[in-house]
């Protein structure tokens, strides 16, 4: 298996810009989850989605921040309108019941 | 609340000295604590892991230890090397999902 997919690698927009992160999990994944990585906050769960349903989205700071998982192989996390300080490096991650989690290779985007 | 708390922040040791990092969790129905490796500019790899039902568990140079009761444990890397160098965190598992440690960097000196 290839592992977690994340496209794109990196990402340079201009404020207010729509950002969209896209992320295929490893196949049989029944749970996937987005994260965002800075220095300042270090790496914060921003939602997961169990068997394609979001479950738990209190992470995402705001409405600015949307997720959506269409089907089992795929998942985007959308920025609207985007903003200097959303720059950060954000992860996608999969696993199946209790087994081990897989961090994709992260998305590191930085609004100008 | 979810919370877990990681220390030290940075640790600096000699090539072949051993490192111990420490974490605590909030929650005692936490089940699952792994831990992660993060080279600079890479993903975060799982290097171990430890559930409930064992009190210590090894590979190679790398062990961890949890204490349910105090709701802390540990990760110890013995004979280290320069590749050892990176961040680690550690993680408890709340429900369906990890919550980490703020990460502690590891700076093994040659």
């Known amino acids: 298996d290839a592992g977690v997919i994340q496209s794109p690698r990196h990402e340079v927009t201009e404020m207010g810009q729509e950002v969209t992160l896209r992320c295929k999990p490893i196949s049989g994944h029944d749970y996937l989850f987005w994260y965002r990585q800075t220095m300042m906050r270090g790496l914060e769960l921003l939602i997961y989605?169990?068997?394609?349903?979001?479950?738990?989205d209190s992470g995402m700071p705001e409405d600015r921040f949307s997720a959506k998982m269409p089907n089992a192989s795929f998942s985007t996390l959308k920025i609207q309108p985007s903003e200097p300080r959303d720059s950060a490096v954000y992860f996608c991650?999969?696993?199946?019941?209790?087994?081990?989690?897989?961090f994709g290779p992260g998305t590191r985007l930085t609004v100008t | 609340g979810e919370n877990v708390e990681q220390h030290p922040s940075t640790l600096s040791v000699q090539e072949g000295d051993s490192a111990v990092i420490k974490c605590t969790y909030s929650?005692?129905?936490?089940?699952?604590f792994p831990w992660y490796k993060q080279e600079l500019g890479k993903r975060p790899q799982l290097i171990i892991d430890?559930?409930?039902?064992?009190g210590e568990k090894k590979d190679q140079r790398i062990a961890v230890t949890l204490n349910k009761t105090a709701k802390h444990f540990s990760l110890h890397i013995t004979e280290t090397q320069p590749e050892d160098s990176a961040v680690y965190f550690c993680?408890?598992?709340?429900?369906?999902?990890?919550?980490f440690g703020a990460g502690t960097i590891l700076r093994v000196k040659s």
């Open positions: 929650d005692s129905a936490s089940n699952y």
């Open positions: 430890i559930r409930s039902n064992v």
């Open positions: 991650a999969s696993r199946t019941g209790i087994d081990e989690q897989y």
């Open positions: 989605f169990n068997n394609n349903v979001p479950i738990d």
């Open positions: 993680a408890a598992e709340y429900g369906n999902k990890l919550v």
